[in-house]
Each structure stands twice: as structure tokens, then as C-alpha cells.
């Protein structure tokens, strides 16, 4: 295992001015286990050389990033949440916007969520039916990751990506795209907007959401930034609109002040007001 501190503060400095990451708001721990994945790919054994290899191997740099905001994900991941958000929730709050809704998915990965919930929105009952639904929807979906937005964007997924989702909304939704994958159908795909953003230091596209989905990502984050991303949030959400977190994740600081805890198991809340 790596031990030269040094070495750490230089490469910290380094990835932080090659890539504009943050680094200084991760957990540490999370931040060197994630680290010594890549050392351990190259063959090095202290961060001194492993500053002098990204230095060689551009190349390296990206994967390096990939391995830091590394992204597990898939279709109607923890099923038990979806059903919660469409048990009571969200119906409640497509009644409260006359079935308009605006939301963002913030660490979106390779688009799995924001499809996902697209996908859910549309299977809601609504006298339109899902055209209705769809044509109400926007949905931002941001993350930092060059690579998995461009997966996004393609939108074609292997047999795995649909593990735990319903097979007859997998029909509805996907279309047979060769070799075992499935691509995201059209009416889907259009509600969902992509972009790169860095959570930690840009705002989103828009001003005010209705739902904000932001799973797994702020336990890789330390307190103080925890508690600014929970700040932001609620500035961010309209008045009862809905956040959604991971299991393991929870409103901190002053914000939980602004927040109803709707489903605890689940981890989800509404904005107060």
C-alpha cells in the first residue's frame, strides 16, 4: 500500500489541476482506496510514481477520473424505492403541477435513473395516457464523467442494465438492439437532457425542480460538503417537491430543518412550504 504523504498532496494538487475535481471534498479513505485501484493497474506502488505516469500516459489521466467518479448502476435500482416514489409521492405531486414536472437527476452515470424514472412518470395512469405524461416531463440528468454521458446519450444497454427491472416495462420502453442489448425507445429518450456538470462547483440547468434524485453520491463526500450539496438542494427544490437519496444517505445540517421524511426506509423527502 502507498504511504507517502507527500506523494499524496502532490497528486491530489495534480488531479485537481488537470481535471478541475474537487478532491479536497472526498473522504479521504474513499479517495485513496479509489486511487490505489489505478496504481495497482499500472504497477506502481507509490503516488510519486504514479504522478510521473500520468505525466506519460495521458491516458492514464482519464481512466484515473473514471475510477474516481465511478458509477454502479442500473435500471429501477433497489426496486422497493421506485415502488415507494410511485406508490403515493409522486402521484401527489404530478396532481399538485396539473401533471408537469421538472426534475433533475444529479450524478446521473450512464443514464440508467433518469430513464428509469422517464420510464415511471409514463407508466403513472393519466387520462392522456404515457404521450400525456411524457410531453409534461423534463428531466435533467447530470454527472461529471465525459464517458458515461456519452453512454447516455447512446442509450443502448446490455442484458444485466435491466436485472431488476419489470420485464413488461422493459418491452414497453426498449427496443431490441442487437447481441443481447436494448436501446431506450425514443419517447423516452427525448424527455431526458444530458449534460456535464460538476456537482461540487456549477449549478444545474435550471433554476427550480420539482424531484431532485441524487442516489449514492454524497457518502463518497465529506460533512462540510454533505452539508453544502444539502443546502443547495433545497434551495434548488420548489416548495413540496420531492428529494430522493440512497439507502444509506440522509438530510444533514441545517437543511433537514426545510424537509419532511416522507419514507424513511427509502429516503424520501419533501420540501417543506
Given at each position: ?7 499524496f ?11 478541475g ?13 479509489r486511487?490505489?485501484?489505478?496504481m ?6 507509490t503516488?510519486?510514481d504514479y504522478v510521473?505516469?500520468l ?10 477520473l ?9 435500471f ?12 403515493a409521492?409522486l402521484?401527489?405531486?404530478l396532481a399538485?403541477?396539473?401533471g ?14 433518469p ?7 409514463a407508466?403513472l395512469?393519466?387520462?392522456?395516457g404515457?404521450?400525456?405524461r ?7 440528468a447530470?454527472?461529471?464523467?465525459r464517458?458515461?454521458?456519452?453512454l ?5 444497454y ?9 420485464p413488461a416495462c ?16 425514443g419517447p ?6 444530458l449534460?456535464r456538470?460538476?456537482?461540487l462547483?456549477e449549478?444545474?440547468?435550471?433554476a427550480s425542480?420539482?424531484l431532485i ?15 453544502r ?12 417537491g ?10 444533514l445540517?441545517p ?5 419532511q421524511?416522507?419514507e424513511?426506509?427509502?429516503?424520501i ?5
Open positions: 500500500m502507498p504511504v507517502d504523504d507527500p506523494g498532496s502532490l497528486l491530489a494538487e495534480r488531479i485537481a489541476g488537470r481535471t475535481l474537487d478532491v479536497g471534498a472526498y473522504k479521504e479513505r474513499c479517495l485513496r482506496r486511487i490505489a485501484v489505478r495497482r493497474a499500472c504497477g506502481v506502488t503516488y510519486v510521473g505516469l505525466d506519460q500516459l495521458p491516458g492514464e489521466l482519464d481512466a484515473l473514471d475510477a474516481l467518479t465511478i458509477n454502479v448502476t442500473r429501477f435500482r433497489n426496486p422497493e424505492t421506485w415502488a415507494a416514489l410511485a406508490a409521492p402521484p401527489a405531486l399538485a403541477r396539473e408537469r414536472l421538472r426534475a433533475w437527476s444529479a450524478g446521473c452515470a450512464s443514464g440508467e435513473e430513464f428509469t424514472l422517464a420510464m415511471l412518470v407508466d395512469p393519466a387520462p392522456g404515457p404521450s400525456d411524457l410531453a409534461r416531463l423534463h428531466i435533467d447530470t454527472d461529471l464523467d464517458a458515461s454521458l456519452e447516455a446519450a447512446e442509450a443502448t446490455p442484458a444485466p442494465a435491466f436485472a431488476e427491472a419489470d422493459v418491452g414497453r420502453w426498449t427496443e431490441p438492439a442487437g447481441e443481447g442489448r436494448r436501446r431506450v425507445r423516452i429518450r427525448t424527455v431526458v437532457h449534460s456538470l460538476d456537482l462547483r449549478d444545474p440547468p435550471a425542480y420539482d434524485l441524487c442516489r449514492n453520491v454524497i457518502i463518497y463526500f465529506d460533512r462540510p460538503t454533505q452539508d450539496l444539502m443546502e443547495r438542494f433545497a434551495a434548488l427544490l420548489a416548495p413540496g420531492l428529494l430522493v437519496l440512497g439507502k444509506v444517505e440522509t438530510i445540517g437543511a433537514r430543518q426545510g424537509f421524511l416522507l424513511p426506509r427509502e429516503r423527502y419533501r420540501r417543506a412550504g
